[in-house]
């Protein structure tokens, strides 16, 4: 059985991101659309369980993989010490299959703007980026304003990215 859309959590994404070198991908070889949520935000005031390293070489290892989306915010993503020299110390390989990117529940917060610079840096393929602030948020437009620099960032890629309110309005 292949899957071509597929809702994993954190954990399993670690868990595949590792089994890439082991060649145990092929169940995922026709997967067209990944969502990702994090399960231990939603019981647990924890940090999430995967690296931004381990989703990108996921990402890189699912050659037919076009659409990508964290369902449930990213806020808590990624370990403390990932940062930007992680972001300088990833191989520059191209992700050339991934064309549209959903970041759900946005809260602006320093690891999500660190993997919008991952996907904008790796995925040149890259058409549409949608960026939906957090429902809980009490200043959505704020939230996005902290993500109107990633405008300026340099990129091969010519990736449109759109901003909206929670109510899924885009915001000009």
């Known amino acids: 059985m292949q899957y071509k859309k597929a809702r994993i959590s954190d954990s399993t994404t670690a868990i595949l991101s590792r089994a890439v070198y082991s060649g145990d991908l092929v169940v995922f070889s026709r ?27 996921l990402l890189r290892h699912l050659p037919n993989v076009s659409s990508f989306c964290f369902d449930n915010g990213c806020k808590e993503c990624f370990l403390k010490d ?10 520059q390989s191209v992700m050339s299959h991934l064309k549209s990117v959903k970041l759900e529940r946005f809260h602006g917060s320093k690891n ?13 393929a890259l058409e549409k980026m949608s960026i939906i602030p957090s429902p809980i948020s009490k200043y959505p437009k704020e939230v996005l304003e902290s993500a109107k620099p990633l405008l300026m960032h340099p990129s ?11 109510n899924c309005k885009v915001i000009p």
């Open 31 to 57: 997967l067209i659309e990944l969502r990702v949520y994090i399960a231990s935000s939603i019981q647990f005031d924890e940090q999430c369980n995967v690296t931004a390293r381990q989703l990108i070489h």
């Open 112 to 124: 999500e703007l660190f993997l919008v610079k991952i996907l904008l840096n790796s995925a040149r």
């Open 156 to 166: 091969d890629s010519k990736c449109v990215i759109q901003f909206f309110e929670s």
């Open 82 to 91: 990932e940062d930007d020299h992680t972001l300088e110390a990833m191989p």
